[in-house]
């Protein structure tokens, strides 16, 4: 384990506060805790992290809106909710503002390393592809830098719209399985996790509003494509 791995934990139960901080050290992360969202927020604020770990039942600001506060902050560090609520619109904001996964409680600390390790693995450890720039009509991508290069200007992407761009230029004018984003990016094809690729297909669609040329087909409970024309 690298011992730079640097972990901020949001979390306002101080008995559970302690046993995750307990563990993830034992484990070489290094833990920074907070007890509530304007404590959380100051700490993310003072340290560099690789990782939060945010409850959203907080108080002072719940964990939704810290993590909008992060996400405006910082479009790469990765985000795991902990969560008592398993309500498929809380499950879904979660990953619509920003999140990288959520795990509901209770939940066992062996199941959180796996899903810590996960999170890292596709954030930190990006796989490698044949190539990391694609011209695409007008605009540039870098997958490298995760940038789009466009008339109006520069635009820097999410991981997770980096990763789905990367599938789509690799594979032009094919549609690509709802399946296989799913897996390469989130690393799961679980329901709730189905929903949030629409929700990052719609963003990327967003970034190509100037580029006329660009598009991104539905094809219904199959995939998408990417055309040129």
Not at 12 to 17: E, F
Not at 26 to 54: K, M, P, R
Not at 103 to 125: G, M, N, Q
Not at 153 to 165: A, D, P, V, Y
Request: aromatic share 10%.
């Amino acid at each position: 384990m690298k011992e730079s791995i640097s972990i901020l934990i949001v979390e306002d139960d101080p008995n559970l506060a302690f046993l995750l901080k307990t563990n993830l050290e034992q484990e070489g992360y290094s833990i920074t805790v907070a007890s509530d969202g304007v404590l959380g927020w100051t700490a993310f604020n003072d340290h560099q992290f690789d990782l939060c770990i945010l409850d959203i039942m907080l108080p002072k600001q719940d964990g939704f809106q810290l993590a909008e506060m992060i996400r405006r902050h910082s479009i790469s560090t990765p985000i795991i909710f902990l969560t008592a609520r398993s309500r498929k619109e809380d499950v879904c904001k979660a990953f619509e503002i920003g999140g990288d996964d959520y795990l509901t409680k209770p939940f066992s600390i062996k199941e959180l390393l796996l899903r810590i390790k996960a999170v890292l693995r596709r954030t930190s450890s990006i796989m490698p592809s044949p190539a990391s720039m694609f011209q695409i009509a007008s605009i540039s991508f870098n997958y490298k830098t995760r940038q789009l290069h466009a008339p109006s200007g520069l635009k820097t992407l999410s991981t997770k719209e980096n990763e789905l761009l990367r599938i789509f230029c690799q594979n032009p004018e094919v549609v690509i399985d709802r399946k296989r984003f799913l897996v390469e990016v989130w690393g799961t094809d679980d329901y709730f996790v189905s929903k949030s690729l629409d929700v990052y297909i719609t963003r990327l669609r967003k970034l190509f509003t100037e580029e006329p040329r660009i598009s991104i087909q539905n094809y219904h409970s199959v995939g998408y494509k990417l055309v040129v024309s």
